[in-house]
């Protein structure tokens, strides 16, 4: 009796306890699902983090370069170079010592580095597809392009045809003198003009020089 009484009770309690064991079991997986999504959560928010600090640090970046190309110094500076690598191309002659020659050719490895790191800051500064939005930036990277080409691709004997090129560069003060570029873009814009203007004299040549042909030459020959 004693001992069915046992088993009885025995039995009795066994449903209890495996449903207290299955409630922990439930309670221990939904706290490690919960540690796993707390720690994703910090791994994002870590993530992001650093996302925020790196584009900060990039908008910075170009907040300063910005700053350094705009400047009038920097400005100055260049225009300054420019002016001294067309005194330099003026410089150049046939039959010119080898020591000049040398000169020069250092001279022109320094400049074209020269432009190369100002087109460089500025596509860092402004971006690509706003770099290319000014016709300036577009000619000066054009220029740029060639006088690395040119440096690259030199041979001795004779001037290259990219070596004309140099010359280009001159052009490049239209962008420093407002003068010179209220100047530049009046002459662009009566270009238009300009070779209507000259068609029309051709044609008046044209005409003369047959009425002379027609009239007077016959008179001179009779």
Known sequence: MQVS???SSADEETPGTSAAHLDLH???TDSCLKADEGCHEMSLEATETWQGLIQNLLREMKGK???IIES???QRAIMMAILVNTITLG???HNEPEELTQILEISNVVFTSLFSV?????LSAYGFFQYLCSPFNVFDSIVVIISVSEIVGHTDGGLSVLRTFRLLRVFKLVRFMPALRCQFLVLMKTMDSVATFSMLLLLFVFIFRYIYMCVFLSIVIS
Not at 118 to 122: A, K, P, Q
């Open 5 to 7: 009484a046992f088993l």
């Open 26 to 28: 439930i309670k221990a």
């Open 65 to 67: 370069l910005l700053m």
């Open 72 to 74: 009038k110094y920097f």
């Open 91 to 93: 410089v150049e002659h």
């Open 118 to 122: 100002e087109m460089i800051l500025n």
